[in-house]
């Protein structure tokens, strides 16, 4: 079964908005990581928070983590047409072995010009 | 970019019939990974690598085997292909197996008839 559950499954905003999108996962974790996917493209890793942080930013990107509510959700500010993509949380397992993670269905963001 | 290449980008084959789908990295990375990705289902991993000849089952793992001869080479094999097989493969790598950043390849998109 899959680990994360993302909602929105599907968010359609206008440009200069911001998009937020969350995730919950059922297990403890070691940390948690978004990846962005554009259409008929691999995902490219966006950010990584770990278990022991609650906020990160990085650029227009800000993500939370609540270990207690075994959810994160990622905010996209001041959309543009180019972050039209689809979102995926993945989660390390704290007993991860391999370093494999485990994938969210993901959200499909439409940011429209 | 990570020097990941998968091969090949897209294959059509016929139910019963064998395939191998081949993932090549330039970046000397320890772990490997083959996930699927479905409609609804987000990605879900097949099986990993954490060294040469160390490989381990995923969630989806039956119906393939994979095989890790040398560092930079990850094959997946589908022995008798069957039409639930269809979908997009992702090869991935990693450096760490605490850090967990995955670094993935541009898919391929596999049809069994």
């Known amino acids: 079964s899959q680990q994360g559950e993302e909602d929105p499954q599907a968010l359609s905003i206008q440009e200069g908005e911001n998009a937020t999108m969350n995730c919950s996962y059922k297990?403890?974790?070691?940390?948690l990581q978004w990846y962005r996917q554009n259409s008929g493209r691999g995902l490219v890793h966006l950010i990584l928070?770990?278990?022991?942080?609650r906020e990160k930013h990085s650029g227009r990107l800000r993500v939370t983590l609540d270990t207690s509510k075994k959810s994160s959700s990622l905010l996209i500010t001041a959309s543009r047409a180019a972050d039209t993509a689809s979102y995926f949380c993945?989660?390390?397992?704290?007993?991860?072995?391999?370093?494999?993670?485990?994938f969210g269905q993901g959200t499909e963001l439409s940011v429209k010009p | 970019d990570a020097g990941i290449t998968q091969s090949p980008r897209h294959k059509v084959t016929e139910t019963g019939t064998p395939v191998t789908l081949r993932c090549h990295q330039t970046?000397?990375?320890?772990?490997m990974y083959w996930y699927r990705q479905d409609p609804g289902h987000g990605l879900r991993l097949i099986h990993y690598?954490?060294?040469?000849?160390?490989?381990d089952k995923g969630e989806v793992s039956d119906g393939y085997s994979v095989s890790r001869s040398k560092t930079e080479d990850f094959l997946l094999t589908l022995e008798s292909a069957t039409s639930s097989q269809t979908s997009v493969y992702f090869c991935?790598?990693?450096?760490?197996?605490?850090?967990?950043?995955?670094?993935f390849g541009e898919g391929s998109r596999l049809t069994v008839l």
């Open positions: 993945a989660t390390s397992p704290q007993d991860n072995q391999g370093g494999k993670l485990i």
């Open positions: 991935a790598i990693s450096a760490s197996r605490n850090t967990g950043e995955l670094f």
């Open positions: 297990t403890s974790i070691n940390n």
């Open positions: 970046e000397n990375h320890r772990y």
């Open positions: 690598s954490y060294g040469v000849k160390d490989t």
């Open positions: 928070i770990r278990s022991n942080e």
